[in-house]
């Protein structure tokens, strides 16, 4: 009997582990933050002034893909940005921001997807 639940212990961590690692590499596949500015040099941050440009920042290492990119705001209302980038093909290892208008206090939280996939979110907090 104890053979029996030794087994089972390690048939389910394998299993656990083999559900673990396609989210653990795709998570690896993409970059994906927000900051207090637009250009590729601004640093992510999580807290950002009322005035402050501010904008979703998103890589992919693995391929050239499209996404998609969602803001939902303090007062519940979400606005999403699909198929990006617009104005070209995508290409793997360029760094694309959306910039998000927004200047209301209170926090935000932003999410991309691949596929219909989420593939990361970040929130941040806008400075009354």
Same mark, same amino acid.
């Given at each position: 009997?104890?053979?029996?639940?030794?087994?089972?212990?390690?048939?389910? +961590?394998?299993?656990?582990? +083999? &559900? /673990?690692? @396609? +989210? &653990?590499?795709?998570? +690896?596949?993409?970059?994906?933050?927000?900051?207090?500015?637009?250009?590729?040099? /601004?640093?992510?941050?999580?807290?950002? =002034?009322?005035?402050?440009?501010?904008?979703?920042?998103?890589?992919?290492?693995?391929?050239?893909?499209?996404?998609?990119?969602?803001?939902?705001? =303090?007062?519940?209302?979400?606005?999403?940005?699909?198929?990006?980038?617009?104005?070209? @093909? =995508?290409?793997?290892?360029?760094?694309?921001?959306?910039?998000?208008?927004?200047?209301? =206090?209170?926090?935000?939280?932003?999410?991309?997807?691949?596929?219909?996939?989420?593939?990361? &979110?970040?929130?941040?907090?806008?400075?009354?």
């Amino acid at each position: 009997m104890k053979g029996l639940k030794t087994l089972a212990a390690v048939m389910l +961590a394998s299993g656990l582990l +083999a &559900t /673990a690692l @396609p +989210a &653990t590499a795709s998570a +690896a596949a993409y970059k994906h933050y927000v900051a207090c500015g637009i250009s590729a040099k /601004a640093k992510p941050s999580h807290v950002c =002034p009322k005035r402050a440009k501010k904008g979703a920042f998103f890589k992919s290492f693995n391929a050239a893909v499209y996404y998609s990119v969602c803001v939902k705001f =303090p007062r519940g209302n979400t606005l999403c940005a699909n198929k990006q980038p617009q104005k070209e @093909p =995508p290409k793997q290892g360029t760094l694309y921001v959306n910039s998000i208008q927004s200047t209301i =206090p209170g926090k935000h939280v932003v999410t991309w997807y691949v596929e219909g996939k989420k593939v990361g &979110t970040w929130a941040f907090r806008v400075l009354g």
